[in-house]
T-cell receptor, first 113, second 110 residues
Framework: GAGVSQSPSNKVTEKGKDVELRCDPI?????LYWYRQSLGQGLEFLIY????????KSGLPSDRFSAERTGGSVSTLTIQRTQQEDSAVYLC???????????FGPGTRLTVL | GENVEQHPSTLSVQEGDSAVIKCTYS??????FPWYKQELGKRPQLIID?????GEKKDQRIAVTLNKTAKHFSLHITETQPEDSAVYFC?????????FGKGTTLSVSS
């Protein structure tokens, strides 16, 4: 079946611009996660959605970052007033249950000039 | 919050040798410990996981051990092959999310 998809695959933007990154999880998966992976680094947790519960935003690095999940499916990560340090690969993952294997999308490579 | 330390950061072995990667975690309440493999330019993929109610789990050439008392867990790969070359990440479930180690770059030379 279809896996997790993300768009765009690459995004180049100028410092100060806003960007939106999209994630389509596996159908039926109730849990959705966003991570950030900087060059040579591990995966940094950003935000977690579980069903209709309020999201866990504890990993968001600043108030320039926000995310929403509409209808319990598609999620959008928005970064406002982008900075060069926001350059990274943004990975989305979904899971059929809270404590279970997470299936990752291919990521969006964000470059802020 | 949960903190996961992973060692070594790089590991080079000859084909056929064994490879061991170790992780420690800080939150004694963590109860799920997966290992992900990420090949260059690819997405991370789960290779094995273990829950806190068992001490060891094997899947062909891969095994994971968990010591809850010491709060550490390890990945063991036997009879390594060139296709095992990748970055390996350990993680611990911290109540609402996985906290990942910084990764180990494994290189298997033939």
């Amino acid at each position: 079946g279809a896996g997790v998809s993300q768009s765009p695959s690459n995004k180049v933007t100028e410092k100060g611009k806003d960007v939106e990154l999209r994630c389509d999880p596996i159908s039926g998966h109730t849990a959705l996660y966003w991570y950030r992976q900087s060059l040579g680094q591990g995966l940094e947790f950003l935000i977690y959605f579980q069903g209709n519960s309020a999201p866990d935003k504890s990993g968001l690095p600043s108030d320039r970052f926000s995310a929403e999940r509409t209808g319990g499916s598609v999620s959008t990560l928005t970064i406002q007033r982008t900075q060069q340090e926001d350059s990274a690969v943004y990975l989305c993952a979904s899971s059929p249950a809270e404590v279970n294997e997470q299936f990752f999308g291919p990521g969006t490579r964000l470059t802020v000039l | 919050g949960e903190n996961v330390e992973q060692h070594p950061s790089t590991l080079s072995v000859q084909e056929g040798d064994s490879a061991v990667i170790k992780c420690t975690y800080s939150d004694s309440a963590s109860n799920y410990f997966p290992w992900y493999k990420q090949e260059l330019g690819k997405r991370p993929q789960l290779i094995i996981d273990i829950r806190s109610n068992v001490g060891e789990k094997k899947d062909q050439r891969i095994a994971v051990t968990l010591n809850k008392t010491a709060k550490h867990f390890s990945l063991h790969i036997t009879e390594t092959q060139p296709e095992d070359s990748a970055v390996y990440f350990c993680a611990a479930w911290a109540g609402t999310a996985l906290i990942f180690g910084k990764g180990t770059t494994l290189s298997v030379s033939s």
